[in-house]
């Protein structure tokens, strides 16, 4: 049995691999909140239930091979840009996405590592893969943690940004040349230290001798970003939106640029692996990204205002009931001043609500 997938989102099912095999099967992708067996519905071509219960045992196979993903991200720019690509890509079960808010990422890489290294020694079934996001920025664990043995395999992934996120969005821009970034950093790259004797060994001097290396500044990147996209802001809800149309180009774009000791994201190697686990061809998946538009605001109508009609009929109303013979003395006074402090207020009131309360009718 062979399990097709097509580019429009969907498997065909075959009896076998050999070409002109018989169609037993279209399974369709169906993004929904409800767990991941209801984000599928199958189409069959044939009427055995041998062979549909046959499929779906080996469907349910097929999606349990799918990792769960745990993705700890530096910031909440990483978070919100994350969470915008796992749910377009029907991902939302199979993603646990947080923030740690800053800090030093190789503090939270530890502890997160050990936990789950040891989830992975001792749980037999146990398919997950971790994943950090993170800038270099002026973090002094960014080298040492780029240059651990075993990164990106043992389920252990990092996905970092030298200097900054803001770097990977700038790739977005066909405009963009490295070389316009200005270079207001500088980087120690390598010190040297020797002594100088004087007669009988005695030390004279201890020199020694820094070699710097100018370098982008998240700050760089950041004001060069604002003048390219005006607005743009790090907690902005549609900041994926902002940048999605060029996606591919940037993905394109970064190839070179993956070493962590120079410019450059592994941001890239995220969005490939999240494509792959998505239901969608990788040409699928990068039209639905690039095509993907942003939630539309919800607006609040403005309180509705009173025809001339309707307030000459409060106000005649009103009257009525002040001149009226019928009202006792002991609530006459009150009812006068509850009516004229209501005229006097009724700007402030929406017209829905003085219609429910004193129109029912």
């Known amino acids: 049995m062979r399990f097709k997938k097509n580019n429009n989102n969907s498997y065909h099912v075959y009896s076998s691999t050999k070409p002109g095999s018989d169609l037993f099967c279209k399974i369709s992708f169906c993004p929904s909140e409800g767990n991941l067996e209801e984000q599928y519905q199958f189409e069959w071509k044939t009427e055995d239930e041998k062979i549909r219960r046959q499929i779906i045992r080996e469907w349910k196979s097929k999606q349990k091979k799918i990792p769960f993903l745990t993705i700890l991200c530096e910031g909440k720019t990483e978070l919100i840009y994350l969470s915008e690509i796992i749910k377009i890509l029907g991902l939302t079960n199979n993603v646990a996405i947080s923030s740690y808010n800053g800090g030093d990422p190789k503090v939270q890489f530890i502890p997160a590592t050990n936990n789950f290294l040891w989830q992975k020694q001792f749980k037999h079934d146990f398919n997950q893969e971790l994943w950090f996001v993170f800038d270099k920025d002026d973090h002094p664990g960014y080298k040492s943690l780029t240059e651990m043995p075993k990164i990106n395999s043992d389920g252990i992934f990092l996905a970092w940004s030298n200097p900054c996120i803001e770097y990977w969005f700038l790739l977005h821009s066909k405009k963009f040349k490295d070389e316009d970034l200005p270079r207001t950093q500088k980087e120690e790259i390598e010190r040297k230290s020797w002594v100088e004797t004087g007669k009988g060994d005695h030390v004279e001097n201890v020199l020694t001798q820094v ?151």
Request: aromatic content about 10%; proline content about 9%; hydrophobic content about 30%.
């Open 211 to 361: 070699t710097y290396q100018s370098q982008v500044s998240p700050e760089d990147c950041f004001a060069k970003l604002r003048s390219q996209s005006r607005g743009y802001s790090k907690t902005s809800p549609d900041l994926f939106h902002r940048f999605s149309p060029h996606l591919p180009f940037a993905l394109n774009n970064c190839k070179n640029r993956t070493n962590p000791a120079q410019h450059g994201s592994a941001m890239p190697l995220l969005i490939e692996r999240l494509i792959k686990y998505s239901p969608y061809s990788r040409t699928a998946a990068l039209k639905l990204l690039s095509n993907a538009k942003p939630a539309p605001k919800k607006i609040k109508a403005p309180p509705s205002q009173w025809s001339t009609k309707e307030f000459n009929r409060f106000k005649t109303l009103a009257g009525t009931v002040q001149s009226s013979k019928t009202i006792s003395d002991d609530n006459s006074e009150f009812m006068v001043c509850f009516l004229k402090k209501l005229l006097t207020n009724i700007s402030q009131k929406t017209k829905p609500e003085i219609i429910k309360n004193y129109f029912p009718n």
